[in-house]
């Protein structure tokens, strides 16, 4: 269960968030959607501890325990993923050594038992199949040279080997084609279940035909200002944000 | 937590700082023709290699200390040294007699010199301050035909092989340190692989600097004859001290005839502290000669100690297709000084040579790659590939990049890359929002950056300078 309660937050003098509510039950999938400006990728980077935020008022609970107080890896530790706009070069960094490291990293940390190359290449391997993707994704450093599809796909790679329990979409299908669109879809919605609940923020709704949400929410001008259905969704692809930060 | 000022300031820790207790003779201080006659004479050396050290020693009179590279330090007072230290003890015949005390401090060090216990496949001859005090596998060795056993004791027992190679590659007037360290080194390793032979396990020597206020002048010479082919690792530590400490070592390769050598390095000498206190000097002379046809000399260090780092191994390509490579890595962190980089001398027709540099620089450290590529007239076809990167990891930093291009010969083929980034802070907290810690994060991108320079290191040793490169930066980012 994620809490969002009355966030405020700025980036040096300007204030971004003006006061955010809002609650994910486990179990579901609720999508953001706003104008450019709105403080979208601000709210998903102030969600996973990106430095450079400063929130001014409110708390965000993640199952119970205040996230603001945590590094962002001990975020990630607590089950939160934040997918990238835009996945960061590592280069020379083998994207199996990379996804392992991390993977192990966690489980170290949750107590579990680490996975040694062999269990680990099983696993990854399995994962890359169930995503349709090329087994040399493995091998190739960390989105060095790939393309914005492949970028993006690398995403729901990790995602779906870490395990998340809250996954956030920070405009993961900017720019994307409509096959790739539905890569990301498949990677989210593979994981649906009662302990899984994701936010995906997105400007454009045709994300939401193939992720069906439970719940829409509009940011605008720092706060939620409407929520409703998935319906909602369409009728804003209609008639646009115009008007709504008023409201 | 504050990602956005990345800057390099705690200490390293540093964990091969130990001293030994142990009798050592000492000669009195400062350097004189006096201290050069004793310490052959210690040696129990032929009047050749006296009078060979004494030319070097006239030539080193009259010499100036370099002051081309970029690195800072007061004035050295060479009078003021000492130029041998040894383990007071006789010198041991076989391992039984090694000193306990000494043979405890190698294997703190990850060096057990027991042969049982010994790294598998790796031969072991240990320098402790002026003396070689130990080699590993000598019999298993000799078998194959292979001599490895300290230059001193070459001198004594295969004159004719040092006589006919020494200061063939690096001459004693080639420069102010070379010409010191020929008038008074006093030990080093000395390796013979003969015709045709495929040298049956790496060989490696371990440096260790352990008295006070002692310079260290190690003297290796490497004869890969025809056809033969050798991998030859150092290693290299001392304690931690207040004071700097000088290292002026030599090393000469020889490749004939289709001969190939391997040459690696993990130079960890004590970088001295936090604020720029102590460290080893380390002012090195490395040099290959690939002189006969399609020969082949290579590379490989990994740099992470020393206050200050001064060395240019290098590749004198004269054999007709013959093949010089360098792959580096030199990281300074805190107030380390690093003037890094090689020579690819050209001669031979179809020659080619290869230079991969990585420069990494943490805390108040200067890091320079300064790199030389000369093709001769005659060497027609000759090749050159060299790609120089620098990362920056805090603002307070510098890396510096000089490159030197000679051709005369038009057919040649020279290329140049050089690129410069820092660690940025979306690469950090990508990889901490997967889970990994800071230090995990920084270590694996500087480990990511070296990548090409590292898989070149034997695989033992590639994990370790892993480990290493991520010891050195501890800290180094907060």
């Keep these: ?58 708390e965000v609970l993640y199952n119970g325990a205040n996230i603001l107080e945590m590094a962002p890896e001990d975020r990630a530790i607590a089950g939160i993923f934040l997918a990238f706009q835009y996945p960061v070069e590592l280069p020379g960094v083998g994207n199996a ?61 990790q995602m779906t080997l870490l395990q998340p329990g809250l996954a956030i979409l920070d405009e993961t299908d900017s720019g994307l084609d409509i096959d790739a669109l539905k890569i990301v879809a498949d990677g989210v919605n593979a994981l649906r279940s009662e302990k899984f609940s994701a936010l995906v923020i997105t400007h454009y709704q045709r994300l939401l035909d193939h992720i069906i949400p439970d719940m829409v929410h509009v940011l605008a001008g720092g706060r939620i200002v409407r929520s409703g259905s998935a319906a909602l969704a369409l009728e804003l692809e209609e008639h646009g944000y115009a008007g709504l930060e008023a409201a | 937590m504050s990602v956005s000022t990345v800057e390099a300031l705690a200490e390293q820790k540093y964990k091969y700082g130990f001293t030994t207790e142990i009798a050592m003779e000492e000669f009195p201080r400062g350097l004189s023709e006096e201290i050069v006659r004793l310490i052959s004479a210690r040696k129990g050396e032929p009047d050749w290699m006296l009078e060979w050290r004494l030319k070097a020693y006239a030539l080193w009179r009259k ?61 072991v001859d240990a320098v402790f301050d002026s003396v070689s005090v130990a080699t590993t596998f000598r019999e298993t060795l000799s078998k194959a035909g292979v001599i490895f ?24 007037a080639d420069n102010f340190f070379a010409a010191l360290n020929s008038a008074v080194f006093s030990d080093g390793s000395f390796v013979y692989i003969p015709k045709g032979v495929r040298c049956p396990m790496e060989l490696s020597t371990y440096f260790r600097i352990n008295a006070r206020n002692t310079g260290q002048f190690e003297r290796t010479l490497i004869i890969a004859d025809d056809e033969a082919t050798v991998s030859y690792l150092e290693g290299c530590t001392a304690p931690m001290r207040d004071e700097n400490q000088l290292h002026a070592a030599v090393v000469e390769l020889v490749a004939l005839e289709g001969a190939k050598i391997k040459y690696s390095t993990v130079q960890n000498w004590y970088p001295g502290d936090e604020q720029g206190r102590g460290g080893i000097y380390n002012f090195v002379t490395k040099r290959g000669a690939c002189r006969g046809r399609n020969s082949k000399i290579s590379w490989t260090q990994v740099e992470t100690g020393s206050a200050i780092t001064w060395k240019y191994p290098s590749c004198i390509l004269q ?65 050159n590939f060299t790609q120089c990167d620098s990362l920056l990891i805090g603002d307070q930093c510098g890396a510096h990049t000089v490159p030197y291009i000679e051709s005369r010969n038009a057919s040649a083929k020279v290329e140049h890359e050089a690129t410069t980034s820092k660690i940025a802070e979306d690469q950090l907290f990508y990889c901490r929002s997967r889970g990994l810690s800071q230090e995990d994060a920084v270590g694996l991108i500087v480990n990511g950056f070296c990548k090409d320079v590292l898989k070149e290191l034997p695989m033992e040793f590639a994990v370790e300078a892993q480990k290493l490169l991520s010891v050195s930066l501890e800290g180094s980012v907060g």
Aim: net charge neutral; with cysteine.
């Design chain 2, 319 to 383: 054999g007709e297709g013959s093949v010089g490579e360098f792959y580096s890595v030199a990281l300074t962190n805190n107030f380390q000084q690093a003037d890094t980089g090689t020579k690819m001398i050209h001669l031979g027709r179809n020659t080619t040579s290869t230079i991969i540099s990585k420069g990494i620089s943490a805390g108040h450290s200067n890091n320079t790659y300064r790199g030389l590529v000369k093709i001769m007239a005659g060497a027609q076809g000759a090749r």
């Design chain 1, 97 to 157: 050594n990379f996804l392992r490291t991390a993977l192990n990293a966690i489980r170290r940390k949750r107590g579990q038992e680490e996975l040694d190359a062999v269990a680990f290449l099983k696993l990854a391997r399995a994962v890359v199949k169930s995503l349709h993707m090329k087994e040399d994704f493995l091998k190739r450093n960390v989105n060095v040279g790939f393309s914005g599809g492949e970028k993006k796909r690398n995403e729901m790679l």
């Design chain 1, 1 to 58: 269960m994620l809490e969002i309660k009355n966030l405020h937050a700025r980036i040096g003098e300007k204030e971004i968030l003006k006061g955010v509510n809002l609650s994910i039950p486990d179990g579901q999938i609720h999508a953001i959607m706003g104008p450019n400006g709105a403080g979208k990728s601000t709210l998903s980077y102030v969600l996973s501890g990106r430095d450079g935020y400063e929130v001014t008022e409110g």
């Design chain 2, 63 to 123: 010499m100036e200390e370099p002051d081309w590279a970029r690195i800072k330090h007061p004035p050295i007072d060479y009078d003021d040294l000492y130029y041998y230290a040894a383990p007071a003890a006789p010198a041991p015949k076989s391992l039984d007699e090694v000193d306990p005390e000494l043979l405890k401090t190698y294997e703190k060090l990850g060096i057990p010199l027991n042969e049982r216990a010994a790294l598998a496949g790796v031969a």
């Design chain 2, 149 to 172: 056993c300290p230059i001193s004791e070459a001198v004594r027992e295969h004159p004719e092989l040092v006589r006919q190679y020494l200061g063939t590659v690096v001459p004693a």
